[in-house]
């Protein structure tokens, strides 16, 4: 038996391989991708929110190139308007690894599952454990936009419904755009609350300037006040989850990886137009014409004749800059069906982006590799809690949450999307 297919063996979890018990490709918890990138230290990989199978399929392309772990993902919102969602994702992901031979870890998140109020709370224990019989190996619980109390009690909550093994992100509101800004004490009470009920978090997505979509404030994502919170959230070990990396310039993004705790860095709308041909610039946010249209580059993403399409759809609706993520879902059977060389180099534009972002930007080049050597050092799928207990149950009762919680101040901002 190679060590490959040993990691094949025991590195999957027991859903996967029940999901795919012929399969050869190695989807694993979104544990081992976090502790791949905190071994080799200052190293944060893309968390590919796979709207199109072109995605899919380009970054992991890019991936095995990079020899680098990494993490296909969908958020809740986006099962909405894609043709990829929670039940469908991990069956692409193993295909496509199957046929093109890939030996990467890929971790498959749920991303920003997200809980409004307590009413969303009972289909979400249904739901839960059905998303991980379909594949999943990671979430990502978002009541974010709830008061902090209720939203440590709805992560509380519904962790039972998550398997021990799977990866687990929590949030404080990583999507209130530029207000609103997260603080090391909303952090620390969500950890803290958490901790004290035996939940250990791999990552905490934060409030610290992203924004989903477009960027193009300038400000972006806050450097000093992320790696500030980390700091504080140490003896707890939980990595971060950075949100909204579309548009932020490549040297913000290195910031980030060198000088915060942040193992998962999400990049969404950027994929979609690398994919689709939009002009982009060097970070992947869209330039636009004087009329705040898309540009598509002649020769490359679909054909021009399907953008004509595309763009009349989009005109008939009234549809500009960020509606274009509605394009998805209607069009992917009709860009699947494009000839065979506009498809590959769809995939292609992708994974020289995806392939750029994790080596020259990510620094997360050779972290499968540590990935698997962590799977067969562990002997097993599970790797367990990153950190014990230190808060004691007792002063995070439902009771002490909610007055604990009246001392916080905490501006939420302004509603987001939930999209990257």
């Not at 038996?1 to 012929?22: A, N």
């Not at 009690?153 to 999507?175: F, Q, R």
């Not at 509605?326 to 392939?355: G, H, S, W």
Request: aromatic letters at 6%; a negative charge.
């Amino acid at each position: 038996m190679t060590e490959f297919e040993k990691t094949i063996q025991i590195g999957r979890p027991p859903s996967v391989s029940r999901l795919f018990p012929h399969s050869r490709a190695l989807l694993v918890s979104g544990k081992v991708i976090d502790r791949a990138l905190m071994a080799k230290g200052k190293a944060m990989t893309i968390a590919a929110n796979g709207r199109n199978f072109f995605v899919i399929r380009g970054a992991l392309q890019a991936a095995q190139r990079a020899d680098a772990a990494i993490i296909i993902e969908i958020a809740r919102s986006e099962c909405n308007y894609c043709p990829v969602n929670f039940y469908n994702i991990a069956r692409q992901v193993d295909a496509v690894c199957n046929e093109l031979g890939l030996t990467i870890p890929v971790a498959i998140h749920a991303d920003h599952y997200g809980i409004k109020s307590e009413a969303d709370l009972p289909f979400a224990k249904m739901e839960i454990p059905s998303m991980f019989d379909a594949g999943i190996t990671s979430i990502a619980i978002d009541a974010s936009h709830m008061p902090d109390d209720r939203n440590l009690l709805a992560n509380i909550e519904l962790n039972s419904y998550i398997p021990t093994w799977a990866g687990l992100e929590t949030e404080v509101g990583e999507i209130k755009g530029d207000q609103g800004l997260s603080s090391v004490e909303d952090a620390s009470f969500l950890i803290k609350g958490l901790n004290a009920h035996g939940i250990s978090a791999d990552w905490i997505a934060l409030n610290n300037g992203s924004t989903h979509g477009l960027e193009a404030s300038g400000q972006g994502i806050q450097v000093e006040l992320t790696a500030e919170i980390h700091r504080s959230l140490e003896p707890y070990k939980v990595s971060g989850a950075q949100h909204g990396t579309s548009g932020n310039n490549s040297d913000k993004l290195r910031a980030i990886a060198q000088l915060t705790n942040t193992t998962k860095a999400n990049v969404a709308t950027a994929l979609q137009m690398v994919s689709w041909g939009v002009e982009v610039n060097d970070y992947g946010n869209a330039i636009l014409d004087a009329n705040g249209n898309f540009k598509k580059v002649v020769g490359e993403g679909m054909s021009e004749e399907m953008w004509e399409r595309m763009t009349a759809s989009a005109d008939s609706k009234g549809w500009k800059a960020g509606n274009y993520k509605n394009l998805n879902l209607p069009f992917e059977t009709l860009l699947l069906a494009q000839d065979r060389k506009i498809r590959e180099r769809m995939c292609l534009r992708v994974e020289a982006f995806v392939y750029n972002m994790l080596v020259n930007v990510f620094n997360a080049q050779g972290t499968a590799t540590i990935a698997k050597e962590i799977i067969l050092n562990a002997g097993s799928y599970d790797l367990g809690p990153k950190a014990e207990r230190i808060e004691s149950a007792g002063d995070w009762t439902k009771e002490k949450i909610i007055e604990k919680a009246k001392s916080l101040v905490s501006d939420k901002g302004p509603e987001g999307n939930f999209d990257d």
